[in-house]
T-cell receptor, first 107, second 114 residues
Framework: GIQVEQSPPDLILQEGANSTLRCNFS?????LQWFHQNPWGQLINLFY???GTKQNGRLSATTVATERYSLLYISSSQTTDSGVYFC?????????FGKGTTLSVSS | EAQVTQNPRYLITVTGKKLTVTCSQN?????MSWYRQDPGLGLRQIYY???????DKGDVPEGYKVSRKEKRNFPLILESPSPNQTSLYFC?????????????FGPGTRLLVL
């Protein structure tokens, strides 16, 4: 089945710093989503981005489907950005999740 | 407000005591599913439903049952819970099962089975 790998596994930042999170997938996909899991466990949709680039405030994402990767950019990070970031791709009827990147932003 | 709701949010129970976790969505979505999240294993699909009265197994269905009698509701049933079912459970829905559909997740249910 499709393998989804995320890097780095952990990231520690000072408030105001920028970061790039990476998601590699092993097969062609046409459905890729980024999620943020906040410290209370809630999963929040960030982007549905099978290809191209999207931006939402301080967050943006780029997927290069032909090269099988996606990037999530966080600019001017804030403490509320802390949590785990997951990418997930659709395989059949299920979303296949990566293991996530745990981001800690300190003030 | 468009949302997926789950109840209860937190549950502590004992081995063998039947329980049900409810899931409801108000977006008229056809497709609903359940996932469990475990440390080191990520999120894995338990069951899914493509429409009313249509359900099927996901990757880790053992020990669980589901039903889909109404479009908006998709309860997860643990007939005889065991400690290895201690986990964080998510319900999700999307307009259809299509590849291009965004899935929306509920707030999660933390279950501890003693």
């Amino acid at each position: 089945g499709i393998q989804v790998e995320q890097s780095p596994p952990d990231l520690i930042l000072q408030e105001g710093a920028n970061s790039t999170l990476r998601c590699n997938f092993s097969d062609s996909v046409n459905n890729l989503q980024w999620f943020h899991q906040n410290p209370w466990g809630q999963l929040i949709n960030l982007f549905y981005i099978p290809s191209g680039t999207k931006q939402n405030g301080r967050l943006s994402a780029t997927t290069v489907a032909t090269e099988r990767y996606s990037l999530l950019y966080i600019s001017s990070s804030q403490t509320t950005d802390s949590g785990v970031y997951f990418c997930a791709v659709k395989a059949g009827t299920a979303l296949i999740f990566g293991k996530g990147t745990t981001l800690s932003v300190s003030s | 407000e468009a949302q997926v709701t789950q109840n209860p949010r937190y549950l502590i129970t004992v081995t063998g005591k039947k329980l049900t976790v409810t899931c409801s969505q108000n977006m008229n979505h056809e497709y609903m599913s359940w996932y469990r999240q475990d440390p080191g294993l990520g999120l894995r699909q338990i069951y899914y439903s493509m429409n009313v009265e249509v359900t099927d197994k996901g990757d880790v269905p053992e020990g669980y049952k589901v039903s889909r009698k109404e479009k908006r509701n998709f309860p997860l049933i643990l007939e005889s819970p065991s400690p290895n079912q201690t986990s964080l459970y998510f319900c999700a829905s999307s307009l259809s099962r299509g590849i291009g559909e965004t899935q929306y997740f509920g707030p999660g249910t933390r279950l501890l089975v003693l």
